[in-house]
Nanobody
Framework: QVQLVESGGGLVQAGGSLRLSCAAS????????AGWYRQAPGKQREFVAR???????KYADSVKGRFAISRDSARNTVYLQMSSLKPQATAVYYCAAGFLLGTYGTGVQYWGQGTQVTVAS
């Protein structure tokens, strides 16, 4: 069993930065691909970024070059560094883990509770 707890969300001005953290319990977490999704009001949950156990990364086109995902295996924690934030990034951000993380959350086996990110214009 894996539990995921996100932190680091908040209110930021457009152009600013935030770093989200996802602390995981359970040794099996290190075997999983971990990632981030987001859901804006009235919209479907969407993929943001993911990192495999071998540190291979993938990003949604909308965040490439501005967001960076990383993981600290010793701390069982995954991070999402978000820079040059835009108002359209406003959403609840969810940490996820599984062997396959699909575009709309298919394959996700564990979800965190979410953390709100609000980008003011």
């Amino acid at each position: 069993q894996v539990q995921l707890v996100e932190s680091g969300g908040g209110l930021v001005q457009a152009g600013g930065s935030l770093r989200l953290s996802c602390a995981a319990s359970g040794r099996i977490f290190s075997s999983y691909t971990a990632g981030w999704y987001r859901q804006a009001p009235g919209k479907q949950r969407e993929f943001v970024a993911r990192i495999t156990r071998d540190m291979n990364t993938k990003y949604a086109d909308s965040v490439k070059g501005r967001f960076a995902i990383s993981r600290d295996s010793a701390r069982n924690t995954v991070y999402l560094q978000m820079s040059s934030l835009k108002p359209q990034a406003t959403a609840v951000y969810y940490c996820a883990a599984g062997f396959l993380l699909g575009t709309y959350g298919t394959g996700v086996q564990y979800w965190g509770q979410g953390t709100q990110v609000t980008v003011a214009s």
